[in-house]
């Protein structure tokens, strides 16, 4: 693969500074604090919209005797498969059904159900549901909407802001977002009202909709070739933590309202920490400020304990830097985008890619919404999602450096899309078994998730990388805006969501072979040597830091 003299200058002195060490380190110990923090602000919404056990209350009977689950209960409120049902109760005979003192069951006529407006609920958890009064299924839409309009704010957001994160730089886009998000989600924590919940719902990730990605990408291109499957894993593994931690809170803070002030409140206190975070030095040299990007890389090896050499030094540096980078300057981000865009190569990579990422964040998440729906302890299925993600990071560990990114990415999507048309197989009732499947789908789209991450990275330029990042998330963001309508689509027919899941998952994971392999390669600096990368294994070979 042809090598523009910025991309070997880069490489040439990672290699003598060190591909991970301490500054490295330091840099990816600033960057997991806005991973955590993105695990808890993207999903909040499974518990501060979550639905809730409820039925009727019944007038005079529960003015008496006020649990789950009376004796009296079969004889005032239908039952649908022994469940009692949330909004119909048995029409009283008379108003003395009504009295407060008392509760006779032959009042009742078990053979005329009305409505009711007041309810019991099985737990002490306050959602929106209980606050709001967003009870009966006709008001389940309600519910799946907040995640529909969280993942809109993002899809809204994330091509500005990787256009503005490539054209400005990726620390300042990343302490707006995190300063953004936590502000308008402590004001969520305050909504008097539905609307009011929803319009921050949208405010939020469209503000702090890029923290992942700018965070994944400071830190990932700090990084040689040979460091990038670790340091995929170490953002990935911290946010699968932070997952499982979002579970313990919640399963602490039972009320939504103190539940957002926890995971928000971190989010202003974390600012003057990532204050610290340094620029990414790829994007410096890509917009010819190699002065800038020198003082880092000096620090860099001073915190690492090693010296540059003179000749890195020049080739950094060099005696006519100046007119490089005002040549650089002129080449506008918007004439790179345009010249990007007229390559056809280039065009149904990124359509591709973007199927790619539609398919993993649809199955991603479809599978973490629908794990509280399981049978069991919501809390703990979903906090046993989320560590599942671990193992798999490990195995990825293990195989990606070794198999490829293409090969293991394919293999990937096609097991999660094969276990959940086998998850249908499995008796009724037989709730482990079902449960290990599941997690078992779960672990291998989250592989196939943390794979794309670094192949997004590694197969497109660096003056247009975040941009088309976010443009191949923004088209992910589709799939998150519907993977919080997949439960109504059980009401329908049960195996439905998971039906939908294994196809597309097979399917895309078929579509991925006509990604060249990045195994071991350095990342492309030009659209030009983006698009030079082979299919073959060839590629390999001709990597010089492998």
């Given at each position: 693969?042809?090598?523009?003299?910025?991309?070997i200058?880069l490489?040439?002195?990672?290699?003598?500074?060190?591909?991970?060490?301490?500054?490295?380190?330091?840099?990816?110990?600033?960057?997991?604090?806005p991973?955590?923090?993105?695990?808890?602000?993207?999903?909040?919404?499974?518990f501060?919209?979550?639905?809730?056990?409820?039925?009727?209350?019944?007038?005079?009977c529960?003015?008496?005797?006020?649990?789950?689950?009376?004796?009296?209960l079969?004889?005032?409120?239908?039952?649908?498969?022994?469940?009692?049902?949330q909004?119909?109760m048995?029409?009283?005979?008379?108003?003395?059904?009504?009295?407060?003192?008392?509760?006779?069951?032959?009042?009742?006529?078990?053979?005329?159900?009305?409505?009711?407006?007041?309810?019991?609920?099985?737990?002490?958890?306050?959602?929106?549901?209980?606050d709001?009064n967003?009870?009966?299924?006709?008001n389940?839409?309600?519910?799946?909407?907040?995640?529909?309009?969280n993942?809109?704010?993002?899809?809204?957001?994330?091509?500005?802001?990787?256009?503005?994160?490539?054209?400005?730089?990726?620390?300042?886009?990343?302490?707006?977002?995190?300063?953004?998000?936590a502000?308008?989600?402590?004001?969520?924590?305050?909504?008097?009202s539905?609307?009011?919940?929803?319009?921050?719902?949208?405010?939020?990730?469209?503000i702090?909709?890029?923290?992942y990605?700018?965070?994944?990408?400071?830190?990932?291109?700090?990084?040689?070739?040979?460091?990038?499957?670790?340091?995929n894993?170490?953002?990935?593994?911290?946010?699968?933590?932070?997952?499982?931690?979002?579970?313990?809170?919640?399963?602490?803070?039972?009320?939504?309202?103190?539940?957002l002030?926890?995971?928000?409140?971190?989010?202003?206190?974390?600012?003057?920490?990532?204050?610290?975070?340094?620029?990414?030095?790829?994007w410096l040299?890509?917009?010819g400020?190699?002065?800038?990007?020198?003082?880092?890389?000096?620090?860099a090896?001073?915190?690492?304990?090693k010296?540059?050499?003179?000749?890195?030094?020049?080739?950094?540096?060099?005696?006519?830097?100046?007119?490089?980078?005002?040549?650089?300057?002129?080449?506008?981000?918007?004439?790179?985008?345009?010249?990007?865009?007229?390559?056809?190569?280039?065009?149904?990579?990124?359509?591709?890619?973007?199927?790619?990422?539609?398919?993993?964040v649809?199955?991603?998440y479809?599978?973490?919404?629908?794990?509280?729906?399981l049978?069991?302890d919501?809390?703990l299925?979903?906090?046993?999602?989320?560590?599942?993600?671990?193992?798999?990071?490990?195995?990825m560990?293990?195989?990606?450096d070794?198999?490829?990114?293409?090969?293991?990415l394919?293999?990937?999507m096609?097991l999660c899309?094969?276990?959940?048309?086998?998850?249908e197989f499995i008796?009724?009732?037989?709730?482990?078994?079902?449960?290990?499947?599941?997690?078992?789908?779960?672990?291998?789209?989250t592989?196939?998730?943390?794979i794309?991450?670094?192949?997004?990275?590694?197969?497109?330029?660096?003056?247009l990388r975040?941009?088309?990042?976010?443009?191949?998330?923004?088209?992910?963001?589709?799939?998150?805006?519907?993977?919080p309508?997949t439960?109504?689509?059980?009401?329908i027919?049960s195996?439905?969501?998971?039906?939908?899941?294994?196809?597309?998952?097979?399917?895309?994971?078929l579509?991925?072979?006509?990604?060249?392999?990045?195994?071991?390669t350095?990342?492309?600096n030009?659209?030009?040597?983006?698009?030079?990368?082979?299919?073959?294994?060839?590629?390999?070979?001709?990597?010089?830091?492998a």
């Open positions: 693969m042809p090598k523009s003299e910025d991309d200058d490489d040439g002195v990672l290699s003598e500074i060190g591909q991970f060490g301490r500054f490295q380190i330091r840099q990816y110990g600033l960057m997991v604090i991973i955590i923090l993105n695990a808890f602000f993207t999903l909040s919404y499974v501060t919209a979550g639905s809730l056990s409820y039925r009727c209350h019944v007038p005079g529960d003015d008496v005797q006020t649990t789950w689950h009376p004796a009296w079969n004889e005032t409120v239908p039952m649908r498969n022994g469940v009692p049902a909004c119909e048995f029409a009283p005979i008379s108003n003395s059904s009504l009295d407060n003192d008392s509760c006779d069951v032959s009042n009742f006529d078990t053979s005329a159900v009305i409505q009711c407006d007041k309810f019991v609920y099985e737990e002490d958890d306050v959602t929106i549901v209980n709001f967003i009870t009966c299924p006709y389940d839409w309600k519910l799946t909407m907040v995640g529909t309009i993942n809109i704010g993002q899809f809204v957001a994330l091509p500005i802001a990787g256009y503005l994160s490539d054209r400005f730089g990726r620390r300042l886009v990343l302490l707006i977002s995190v300063a953004g998000s502000v308008f989600g402590i004001l969520r924590a305050y909504s008097t539905y609307q009011m919940f929803l319009v921050l719902e949208f405010l939020d990730p469209a702090g909709s890029t923290m990605t700018t965070a994944f990408i400071l830190a990932l291109e700090l990084v040689g070739p040979r460091m990038r499957v670790s340091g894993n170490i953002i990935s593994c911290a946010f699968s933590f932070a997952e499982a931690g979002l579970g313990l809170l919640a399963m602490l803070f039972r009320n939504w309202r103190t539940l002030k926890a995971l928000y409140i971190p989010g202003l206190v974390s600012l003057p920490l990532l204050w610290m975070t340094s620029e990414s030095v790829r040299i890509s917009k400020q190699r002065e800038k990007a020198f003082s880092i890389l000096k620090k090896a001073n915190t690492n304990k010296i540059l050499s003179p000749s890195a030094i020049e080739r950094l540096c060099p005696s006519d830097s100046e007119s490089k980078s005002e040549e650089l300057e002129d080449n506008s981000f918007f004439s790179l985008l345009k010249d990007a865009f007229q390559n056809p190569g280039l065009i149904l990579r990124i359509v591709n890619c973007s199927f790619c990422w539609f398919t993993n649809l199955v991603y479809g599978l973490s919404l629908n794990s509280v729906t049978a069991g919501k809390y299925n979903f906090i046993l999602v989320s560590l599942v993600e671990l193992p798999g990071f490990l195995i560990q293990l195989i990606l070794r198999v490829g990114r293409r090969i293991t394919c293999t990937t096609v899309g094969l276990f959940c048309f086998m998850s008796p009724t009732g037989n709730h482990w078994l079902s449960l290990i499947m599941f997690l078992v789908s779960k672990m291998a789209i592989m196939s998730f943390g794309l991450y670094i192949y997004t990275v590694e197969i497109f330029p660096t003056n975040q941009s088309l990042l976010s443009v191949c998330s923004m088209f992910g963001r589709i799939g998150s805006m519907i993977a309508q439960p109504l689509l059980a009401k027919w195996p439905l969501p998971m039906v939908i899941y294994g196809t597309i998952g097979i399917t895309s994971g579509a991925i072979l006509q990604f060249p392999e990045t195994l071991n350095q990342l492309p030009t659209v030009e040597e983006a698009m030079s990368m082979s299919t073959d294994e060839k590629n390999k070979d001709r990597e010089r830091f």
